[in-house]
């Protein structure tokens, strides 16, 4: 009797969770329908703000600037956080105690710190040699920065779950370093390779603080596009927007998921 009490309160509690964290979505979504102008009260349905969002060139530039900075990004910290957490794999019998600090670093440091760091650095990076001025290129090497570790710990957590004698298996076939990377370890972490990129992109896609501290004029993301909107309130326009941007990011979760499962098959 305890016991099934016990799961009752437990599953309570977890539809409880699952209410408490996507209902605002859901409220969200749901008013980006709305017939009127008001983030209060529903008169009906209407994809208005879905086309006046097809005829804002600055919507439509925000949304280009945030698909630019994830894919590129996230293409760039798959190629390094790849090769560091092979590195980290191979070495992994020698003290690297002050590596792995630096690389968990840039994940429990506040975004605002590492923002304003990052500012800073490029400032006086473009003061002394012109190069680095805000804009997209400082968002995308800000991005990298903070998405590595993401993509590090991934690869090592995959190979680390590998059995040994495989890597000694290849090397017993004779298979040259580049056919062993190629045929075997690359198609082996595959699964981790896909979900580190899907990761880093749903980083850099609701990334804002960093984002904010080192972007040009020319360069706004929808996150700063909708945190300068949002000041004159919020308006059935603005749910459009973060409706498609939760509809992004929810899209990207399924992808991962799948792949994930396919990988493990």
Request: hydrophobic share 55%; with cysteine.
């Amino acid at each position: 009797m305890k016991k099934r009490t016990l799961q009752r309160s437990l599953s309570a509690f977890w539809w409880l969770t699952l209410v408490f964290l996507y209902l605002p979505l859901a409220v969200v979504v749901f008013f980006s329908f709305n017939a009127a102008n008001s983030a209060a009260r529903f008169t009906g349905f209407s994809l208005r703000w879905y086309e006046r969002l097809l005829g804002n060139e600055q919507i439509i530039s925000a949304f280009w600037n945030s698909m630019v900075l994830a894919i590129v990004s996230s293409v760039v910290a798959l190629g390094i956080g790849c090769l560091i957490g092979y590195g980290m794999y191979r070495h992994r019998h020698r003290r690297l105690g002050w590596l792995i600090v630096l690389i968990y670093l840039p994940i429990v440091l506040p975004d605002i710190v590492f923002g304003i760091s990052e500012m800073a650095f490029f400032v006086s990076v473009h003061r002394y040699t012109g190069l680095l001025q805000p804009g997209l290129s400082t968002m995308i090497i800000s991005h990298v920065t903070f998405q590595i570790p993401f993509v590090a710990l991934i690869v090592y957590s995959r190979l680390v779950g590998l059995d040994p004698t495989l890597f000694e298996a290849a090397k017993d076939l004779y298979a040259t370093p580049l056919k062993r990377a190629w045929h075997f370890l690359l198609p082996t972490i595959k699964p981790a390779l896909i979900s580190a990129f899907f990761l880093s992109f749903t980083l850099s896609i609701d990334d804002f603080v960093i984002s904010f501290f080192t972007s040009g004029p020319e360069s706004a993301t929808l996150p700063i596009y909708i945190w300068g909107a949002i000041k004159k309130g919020v308006t059935p326009e603005i749910n459009a927007i973060a409706a498609l941007m939760i509809g992004a990011v929810a899209l990207v979760a399924l992808l991962s998921l799948l792949f994930n499962r396919q990988g493990q098959r």
